[in-house]
């Protein structure tokens, strides 16, 4: 609900949306009529209070750039969503469940002072910033990736990084400490202690 009103309130600070349809040099009866269709020119309570109903049906409204309705343009892109996140969510697993064990393994040496300082740099990183960095050099300077499109596994791999690194950092260290706590156990000493 909160979501439904910041998004709401942030698109009638920013201008009336008709601004952004009516095409360049079209008359004021062109941008009164469209006022009058969307239901613009109704107080903005009115106006949130009919947005909501509709979307609590299903009606998410028109989407004004694609003139295509809304719910309709997210359903499409479900798929690849799916895709990134499941891709971002395996690349954070494969990397910080070793990246948590090899700091544990190796706890307070050099390999766990790695591990730790790479894990504070991941999550200092914004993915936004990350991914920006990545198709700067990977995508521009060095051109071994696409910037945009979908154009096969290629063009998942800069995104699924930039989105894995949060999760990837939490599942590391989650990891480290888990197994850190794990090795000082009484049956851990004692199968050493015999030789393990």
Not at 137 to 161: C, H, K, N, T, Y
């Amino acid at each position: 609900w909160l979501v439904t009103v910041i998004v709401f309130a942030i698109s009638r600070l920013s201008g009336s949306p008709v601004d952004l349809i009516v095409p360049l040099g079209a008359g004021p009866e062109t941008r009164e009529r469209l006022i009058d269709e969307f239901g613009l020119d109704e107080p903005l309570p009115t106006q949130y209070a009919k947005f909501l109903g509709n979307a609590v049906q299903g009606d998410f409204g028109q989407s004004i750039r694609f003139q295509a309705p809304a719910l309709e343009l997210v359903l499409d892109r479900l798929p690849a969503t799916l895709k990134l996140a499941a891709a971002a969510l395996v690349l954070a697993i494969l990397v910080g469940i070793p990246l948590g064990l090899l700091g544990a393994l190796m706890y307070r040496r050099r390999g766990d002072h790695a591990v730790t300082a790479f894990l504070t740099l991941g999550q200092a990183t914004p993915s936004f910033w990350l991914g920006i960095l990545l198709i700067l050099f990977l995508g521009v300077e060095l051109r071994w990736l696409p910037i945009a499109g979908d154009q096969g596994f290629e063009s998942l791999i800069m995104p699924a990084v930039a989105l894995s690194i949060v999760p990837l950092v939490s599942i590391a260290r989650l990891t480290r400490s888990s197994m850190i706590g794990v090795l000082r156990q009484d049956y851990i000493r004692t199968a050493r202690s015999k030789g393990l």
